[in-house]
T-cell receptor
Framework: LAKTTQPISMDSYEGQEVNITCSHNNIATNDYITWYQQFPSQGPRFIIQGYKTKVTNEVASLFIPADRKSSTLSLPRVSLSDTAVYYCLVGVLHYKLSFGAGTTVTVRA | DGGITQSPKYLFRKEGQNVTLSCEQNLNHDAMYWYRQDPGQGLRLIYYSQIVNDFQKGDIAEGYSVSREKKESFPLTVTSAQKNPTAFYLC???????????????FGPGTRLTVL
């Protein structure tokens, strides 16, 4: 299983862009990179998934360099409601995905 | 509305008692999962099922049991053998992992179990 490393916490202010980088040095050829968001006392919610280069949806962008050993989740113009824990997962089999401790993002006014 | 429901939201039990947590989905998903989350930590996989009448142990299956008699339902029993059962339990479902590499799991609202 590809191990991931991401910062424990990050602080930001409303309107700023937040970038969370996840390291996954031993990512396998078939592995996808997936990000989830979790609010307190709720289940995680899928945000975005990518394999290489850049993926963008209405919520976030995911940047993956050519070597795929890291990825960066970008949240544009965050608001207070973006305060949550963000998980980086690497894998291809759903039941092999590992939710680590994640990154706690705190957005302040 | 399609989704996953878990009940109850809060559950209290005395030590030595078994308790069953309910999980139902109407998304027509083949795969279902149970996770445990302790305060300040990530999710740990307890059991998963890829198809009806089949399930596999996850990373922390000891002290838990499951059944998958219907596609829509995947109940989890926390037995008295589980040493530290107080936690937040999350159920999830997804399309057949064998059919897609799309790693989206849909999670229920969770059940917070407290052992008194």
């Amino acid at each position: 299983l590809a191990k991931t490393t991401q910062p424990i916490s990050m602080d930001s202010y409303e309107g700023q862009e937040v970038n969370i980088t996840c390291s996954h040095n031993n990512i396998a050829t078939n592995d996808y990179i997936t990000w989830y968001q979790q609010f307190p006392s709720q289940g995680p919610r899928f945000i975005i998934q990518g394999y290489k280069t850049k993926v963008t949806n209405e919520v976030a962008s995911l940047f993956i360099p050519a070597d795929r050993k890291s990825s960066t989740l970008s949240l544009p113009r965050v608001s207070l409601s973006d305060t949550a824990v963000y998980y980086c997962l690497v894998g291809v089999l759903h039941y092999k995905l590992s939710f680590g401790a994640g990154t706690t993002v705190t957005v302040r006014a | 509305d399609g989704g996953i429901t878990q009940s109850p939201k809060y559950l209290f039990r005395k030590e030595g008692q078994n308790v069953t947590l309910s999980c139902e989905q109407n998304l027509n998903h083949d795969a279902m999962y149970w996770y445990r989350q302790d305060p300040g930590q990530g999710l740990r996989l307890i059991y998963y099922s890829q198809i009806v009448n089949d399930f596999q142990k996850g990373d922390i299956a000891e002290g838990y049991s499951v059944s998958r008699e219907k596609k829509e339902s995947f109940p989890l029993t926390v037995t008295s053998a589980q040493k530290n059962p107080t936690a937040f339990y999350l159920c999830a479902s997804s399309i057949d992992p064998g059919l897609s590499s799309y790693n989206e799991q849909f999670f229920g609202p969770g059940t917070r179990l407290t052992v008194l």
